[in-house]
């Protein structure tokens, strides 16, 4: 209530007012230089890295038996994997019809279980 002498006069305090300074053109390009140079030299370090192997690989087997063992089943069942294709596509366009935020991560959860229900 300091501020206020009486009901018309008011007394704010005085704010200093500041004009930011640019920082030279010289100081800004070299920080987008160190920026830059920050890399991982071995993925294997990387967070992400970690993540997506684990998505992929299952213990014991390597990627390339998981690639082969997914090609054997394709070329094997033809007219099975051609079924999961449609089911996929028909149920992929009907959830884009109703206008469904998900619709390719729903369609691909309708089509494993499609496949484990009618093509096992």
């Known amino acids: 209530m300091r501020e206020i002498n009486n009901q018309n006069n008011l007394n704010f305090p005085k704010v200093e007012i500041r004009k930011d300074t640019q920082q030279p ?18 993925l294997s370090l990387s967070p992400e890295a970690v993540i997506g192997r684990s998505q ?3 213990s014991g087997v390597s990627k390339t038996d ?6 054997k089943t394709m070329l094997d ?9 449609d089911f996929f596509d028909i149920a992929y366009n009907h959830l884009q019809q109703k206008g469904a935020d998900d619709a390719y991560e729903k ?8 496949k484990e229900d009618f093509l096992n």
């Open 25 to 42: 053109i010289e100081t800004v390009k070299s920080e987008d230089a160190a920026a830059q140079a920050i890399t991982t030299e071995d």
């Open 56 to 58: 992929v690989q299952m």
């Open 66 to 71: 998981n690639l082969e063992a997914d090609m």
């Open 77 to 85: 069942n033809p007219q099975s994997v051609q079924k999961a294709v």
């Open 107 to 114: 369609a691909a959860v309708l089509t494993n279980a499609f």
